[in-house]
């Protein structure tokens, strides 16, 4: 079993900050890359960033700049510092752990960016 906790969502205004958590928990053994996805109302659901065992990060277009992904692999936990909000950052964001074979999935944190 393998869990993922998510927390730091909430609600902010524009051009305010918010700093994501992920822990993960349960049978690991070895981390590879961890990231962040979103899911607005309506639609898909969409990567932000990810970040590898070594630190080599990725970010969607729309957030590079403003987000910094993170881990500390010593504590299974990745990080997203999210800066300069703006009301179309408003989602839920997912942590991912994609681990023998499989994704696992957190249950997701609200993070609600108002004009």
């Known amino acids: 079993q393998v869990q993922l906790v998510e927390s730091g969502g909430g609600l902010v205004q524009a051009g305010g900050s918010l700093r994501l958590s992920c822990a993960a928990s349960?049978?690991?053994?070895?981390?590879?890359?961890m990231g962040w996805y979103r899911q607005a109302p309506g639609k898909q659901r969409e990567l932000v960033a990810t970040i590898t065992s070594r630190g080599n990060t990725n970010y969607a277009d729309s957030v590079k700049g403003r987000f910094t992904i993170s881990r500390d692999n010593a504590k299974n936990t990745v990080y997203l510092q999210m800066n300069s909000l703006k009301p179309e950052d408003t989602s839920v964001y997912y942590c991912?752990?994609?681990?023998?074979?499989?994704?696992?999935w957190g249950k997701g944190t609200l993070v609600t960016v108002s004009s």
């Open positions: 991912n752990l994609p681990l023998y074979g499989r994704d696992y």
């Open positions: 349960g049978s690991i053994f070895v981390i590879n890359a």
